[in-house]
C-alpha cells in the first residue's frame, strides 16, 4: 500500500513537472492579422490618411503589413516598430510614451533597441492576454494612428473572445 502511494506521488510529481516544461499559447492567425492590417489602413484612408500598418505576435515577429496608396515609406518600419513596441511591453505605445515623459525614470526607454517611443502601436488581446500588437504609422500625429489602430482591433473584437 505504502509503495502504491510512493509510486502515486511520484506519477503526480512527474506529471506536474513535464506540465511546467511545456506551455500552451494563443496567438494570432495570418488571416487575424492581415484582417486586423487591412481594417486599420482602411479606418485612417477614411479619414484621409496614408498609413501603413504591421501586425506582430506576442513575439514580436511580423505576421502582416499593408501598405496604403501614398503611403510614406517612413511609415513600413515605424508601423513595425511600435507594434513591436506594444507587443513587448504589452501597452499601448502612446502610453508609453507619455509615461517616459512624465517619469524620469521611464526616459531610457527610448533607448531598448527596436522599441519606437510614440503613438500608434495597440496590444492585441483575447481576455487580459496579450497575443500580438498592431503598428500604425503615417497620420499627422500618433494619437490619429492610435484611433485607427483601436478602430480595427473594435472590427474583429468578436474574435478576440
Known sequence: MQRTLILAALSLAATAASAQGVRTEKNLSLEL??????????ACTANGYAVTATVVDRAGGVRA????????????????????????AKAPSLAIMENAQKNPGAANLKDIPGFLLLGGGVPVKVDNEVIGAVGVAGA??????????????????????
Open 65 to 88: 503589413v499593408q501598405r496604403a496608396d501614398n503611403a510614406g515609406p517612413h511609415t513600413v518600419e515605424a508601423s513595425r516598430a511600435k507594434a513591436f513596441t506594444s507587443a513587448s
Open 33 to 42: 492579422a492581415s484582417q486586423i492590417a487591412a481594417q486599420s489602413v482602411a
Open 140 to 161: 499627422p500625429g500618433g494619437h490619429l494612428d492610435d484611433q485607427c489602430a483601436q478602430a480595427a482591433l473594435s472590427k474583429v473584437a468578436d474574435v478576440l473572445k
